[in-house]
């Protein structure tokens, strides 16, 4: 899981955004909008080579570090 940690950290700060490796932090105060949004959510698939389905693209299901680490590492069991 660190490892996954460590990449989603990487897919902000290629977008320019540096974030606290912290889950107390809300994401979406970087990701103010929906095109950064997407913007992040495509270099996570990419990065992962993974499909997130729609249902997990609602902006309040993964709102921090964590909450997008537990998602990509169920995604990638699949």
Known sequence: ME???KKVI???NS???VVDDDDTVDILD?????ITYISFIVE???TFDIEIPDEYLLQGRM???G???DVVEM????
């Open 67 to 69: 909450n997008v680490c």
């Open 30 to 34: 970087y990701l103010d909008n929906s």
């Open 3 to 5: 490892d996954t940690r």
């Open 44 to 46: 996570v698939e990419s």
């Open 15 to 17: 977008l320019g955004f």
């Open 63 to 65: 709102r921090n570090i």
């Open 10 to 12: 990487e897919c902000f």
């Open 75 to 78: 995604l990638k069991k699949e």
